[in-house]
């Protein structure tokens, strides 16, 4: 069981940035793959970034390539998502998910543990 809590969102105005951060609880946080996606008002949730557990691979949306970065701290069970360059469109709910898989983690279906998300809100 991993339970998830995600912080660090708010508004920002388009050019800022934020790093929103997931930590995890249990003692295999370093055994799950862990994404972020995130859900606008009246869309569905989407994939934005994800990070392999074993090979450190990482895999962004389109349009978040070259404006946010996916870390993660294993010793303090946490992930990180910086997002530098932020624009209206990234507005939405952003959430943190952990996976014991090694594939198709950019997949929503795929993750089996949720957070309870943490607003973004970019302003023009």
């Known amino acids: 069981q991993v339970q998830l809590v995600e912080s660090g969102g708010g508004l920002v105005q388009a050019g800022g940035s934020l790093r929103l951060s997931c930590a995890a609880s249990?003692?295999?946080?370093?055994?799950?793959?862990m994404g972020w996606f995130r859900q606008a008002p009246g869309k569905e949730r989407e994939f934005v970034s994800a990070?392999?557990?074993?090979?450190?691979?990482?895999y962004y949306l389109d349009s978040a390539k070259g404006r946010f970065t996916i870390s993660r701290d294993n010793a303090k069970n946490t992930v990180y998502l910086q997002m530098n360059n932020l624009k209206p469109e990234d507005t939405a709910v952003y959430y943190c998910?952990?996976?014991?898989?090694?594939?198709?983690?950019?997949?929503?279906?795929?993750?089996?543990?949720w957070g309870q998300g943490t607003q973004v809100t970019v302003s023009p």
């Open positions: 998910a952990a996976t014991p898989k090694m594939q198709r983690i950019t997949q929503r279906a795929e993750y089996n543990y």
């Open positions: 249990g003692r295999t946080f370093s055994s799950y793959s």
């Open positions: 990070i392999n557990w074993i090979t450190g691979n990482t």
